[in-house]
């Protein structure tokens, strides 16, 4: 079946770069999603990206996708203390209508 | 436009005691979904509605979570008895579409704890 994976932890300085990493195992994927998760919220759509994308910017989100290892990036340039989150990768798939999650990366921020 | 609203927020319980939780999607959302999240584990599927009824219950984990939409609203979530596993994070989402072309909302969730 489908799976997602991502590293639990993140821990980047104030400023810094974040890029959170994410694999998964079903190439029939059609969507792709980055969601976050603050303290007591709900799951906030960040971006989503194409199968047929192999990059897409909004400000400071880049997301890439690398179809051939399964592989999708979320880079956060100028990471600041309001980025401190879990942030979930996720895939959909045109065979189903539910979204595939994965464990989810907690972001922390150091000063 | 109001969100996906859920209640409650939080639920305490004893092992063996029944729990419901409900979601209000947003209006005009006939999709509706439901999803659990158990400590530091992924976020599951436990089944999606297309108004009042279930199109996929595949992620139901056993027959003591009991969902209904009646009427093709809100929709309830019912835990009897509950497990002390049965403790995570509830979440219902809603859709206009299908979900893979818009992705979902999320409400807020419901932490449930039973104890």
């Known amino acids: 079946g489908e799976d997602v994976e991502q590293s639990l932890f993140l821990s980047v300085r104030e400023g810094d770069s974040s890029v959170i990493n994410c694999t998964y195992t079903?190439?029939?994927?059609?969507?792709l999603y980055w969601y976050k998760q603050e303290p007591g919220a709900g799951l906030q759509l960040l971006t989503y990206?194409?199968?047929?994308?192999d990059m897409k910017q909004d400000q400071r989100l880049t997301v890439l996708l690398n179809k051939k290892d399964k592989h999708l990036s979320l880079r956060i340039a100028d990471t600041q203390t309001g980025d401190s989150a879990i942030y979930f990768c996720?895939?959909?798939?045109?065979?189903?209508?539910?979204?595939?999650f994965g464990s989810g990366t907690r972001l922390s921020i150091r000063p | 436009e109001a969100g996906v609203t859920q209640f409650p927020s939080h639920s305490v319980i004893e092992k063996g005691q029944t729990v419901t939780l409900r979601c209000d999607p947003i209006?005009?959302?006939?999709?509706l979904y439901w999803y659990r999240r158990v400590m530091g584990k992924e976020i599951k599927f436990l089944l999606h509605?297309?108004?009042?009824?279930?199109?996929?219950e595949s992620g139901m984990p056993n027959n003591r979570f009991l969902a209904e939409r009646t009427g093709g609203t809100y929709s309830t979530l019912k835990v009897q008895p509950a497990e002390l596993e049965d403790s995570g994070v509830y979440f219902c989402?809603?859709?206009?579409?299908?979900?893979?072309?818009?992705?979902?909302?999320f409400g807020s969730g419901t932490r449930l704890t039973v104890v």
């Open positions: 989402a809603s859709s206009q579409g299908t979900a893979t072309n818009y992705g979902y909302t």
């Open positions: 996720a895939g959909a798939y045109s065979s189903a209508s539910k979204i595939i």
């Open positions: 509605f297309v108004k009042e009824s279930k199109q996929d």
């Open positions: 990206i194409f199968s047929n994308m």
């Open positions: 209006s005009g959302h006939d999709n």
């Open positions: 079903d190439s029939s994927s059609t969507y």
